[in-house]
């Protein structure tokens, strides 16, 4: 079974403003992009779910000349609120890793 950890080089995720999150996911080849990048596991609605947003406000594009995934989500709450959490969203993709793909 594999998991996104053994079909990436790179994961990564960032603030994209106040109110939003981005994951890059780098993939290892284009084989591995191509095999997984549009699998449902990676839909946006697995991040809709694991992150408490809106299935309709996950956008999802692919960067097919790079072998990247890149995912953007709303945050739960703004970027250093009171409820913040992760200042910065660099530890959001820490819980995709184990994700099984197959």
Not at 6 to 19: E, I, T
Request: charged residues 25%.
């Amino acid at each position: 079974m594999a998991t996104l950890k053994d079909v990436s080089r790179h994961v990564r995720s960032k603030n994209a403003g106040p109110f939003w999150v981005t994951v890059d996911i780098f993939f290892d080849s284009k084989e591995s992009f191509t095999r997984y990048a549009k699998t449902e596991k990676l839909a946006p609605s697995v991040f809709a779910q694991l992150y408490s947003a809106d299935p309709a406000h996950v956008h999802h594009y692919l960067v097919p000349d790079l072998n990247i995934l890149k995912i953007s989500y709303p945050r739960t709450w703004p970027q250093g609120g009171e409820l913040e959490r992760d200042m910065h969203a660099g530890n959001q993709c820490k819980r995709l890793l184990n994700l099984e793909l197959d």
